[in-house]
């Protein structure tokens, strides 16, 4: 077993131990809420997401190193992505903003989860699982920037910013395939500083949120925005680069608990 | 070689006799038992042709197709129950258990009649394991189902998500037996280990409850 496999191990046994106390305090919730659906499908989603850490453990110890035919562990990420959606859908819907599709954000995130799927594609050669696996992703991702702009989120400025970045890490991750040396290496650096921006940028938003009065759809956006996002840079990653998106996406779980936790809350008093 | 075709007519008519004299629950109970076994049997010829087409040797094919292949033949009689015929949650669940139980019933025959029923210890771990894990998964993912109307939310990705989590359960029971030592004990003990927990959840948190 080679250091970065241990040190992931090591990194998803702490996710595990994060989950695990997400779990039962959701399982609490679930119990005592008025608002049932948003923790119960909550807790379905992080009890998917423990399942994958353990697959993805149990799987390194038995077969260290070797390529996984069918993921069971991407199976058990995309029922996480599922079951996160079916509690944005009711989120958005329960507060009358998902009323008709928006085809302009449909395109643009079947635009941006497709190239992402390409270049799965390309680096795994496992087509029909890369795209399998990449529809829950446009549409979480389509659920996300959906319910951002209806709730305007962030300005039109900021808006940009974000996406011209996202575009900026697409282009960078296409130019690495077909450069070499020093071009390669400096659209890969480019590529991870703007997906970190992009990632810092909707961690921080939460957290602003977080600490503002009714304000618990949006919270519950960013988190789970900030989440998928993660989830899209443990992608491009490998080795230890790998390992520090894991952290990153650890981080994004304490946030989307804290997040719906805040959302049933506000929920209950209304 | 075993003729599973015979088994499940020699099993099945006893069964199918009992339906003449009842009815209701137990009835229904009955029928997806019986429905379980045959699904039991279909998904083995689905996984068998997956397979020989996918080039995976019988221990892969067992660790990665079959948890997919038998998890969605499960689902497809509950959700057809629940879409179709738009059946009661109670009614539901009661036929995911018979449907779980039949395809854990058949699977142990199958296995007892082409590997031997002479180790008493294998056969009482076998039991409590997969026999527990088909009632667990499927009971899991009908509850989930049954939550989502419940609450008045027919979401189609809640649908898929709870199919997706139940066959990532079976496939990680799949995997940890895979190998001997630790790790077989560890999947011999997490459908038991599931069902507790699941059961005690339930009973503390009222989900039987949730949303009537």
Known sequence: MSTVTLVDIIQTSIQIMVLVPVIIMFVRISGRSRNKLLPVFFTFAMISFLLTDLYWIVYNFLRPDTRNPIAANEIAELATLLLLSATLENLIRDKGRFNKLSVTILAYSTVFIGVNIALWIIWSGEWAKDIIFGIPYIYLMYLVSDGIVRTKVMDLKHSLTVLILSLAVLFMLIATIISSGTLYVAATVASFICAYVIFGYTFGKCIGFMTKPDEGVRTVLMAVGAFEWALLITYISDGWMYIVAGVAVTSTIILMCLAYKKEVSEDDLC | ?212
């Open chain 2, 1 to 212: 070689m075993i003729y599973a075709e015979n088994i499940i007519i020699c099993i099945a008519i006893p069964l199918i006799i009992t339906l003449i004299f009842i009815g209701g629950g137990a009835g229904r109970f009955v029928k997806a038992f019986i429905t379980g076994m045959v699904i039991c049997l279909l998904a083995a010829y689905i996984s068998g042709y997956l397979e020989s087409i996918s080039g995976l040797g019988a221990e892969d094919a067992s660790i990665f197709i079959s948890p997919i292949v038998e998890e969605i033949m499960k689902y497809l009689p509950i959700l057809f129950f629940m879409l179709v015929f738009n059946s009661d949650g109670n009614v539901l669940i009661l036929m995911s258990i018979g449907v779980g139980a039949g395809f854990a019933t058949f699977e142990n025959c199958c296995y007892i009649l082409s590997s031997g029923a002479d180790n008493l210890t294998y056969i009482l771990i076998r039991g409590m394991a997969v026999g527990v894990m088909h009632i667990v998964s499927i009971f899991a993912l009908t509850l989930a189902l049954v939550l989502l109307r419940r609450l008045n939310v027919s979401s189609y990705a809640g649908m898929a998500g709870a199919l997706s989590l139940s066959i990532t359960f079976h496939s990680l029971y799949n995997l940890l037996v895979s190998e001997p030592g630790i790790s077989s004990v560890i999947g011999y003990c997490l459908p038991i280990a599931a069902a507790v927990t699941l059961g005690i959840s339930i009973k503390k948190e009222n989900f039987y409850q949730i949303g009537e």
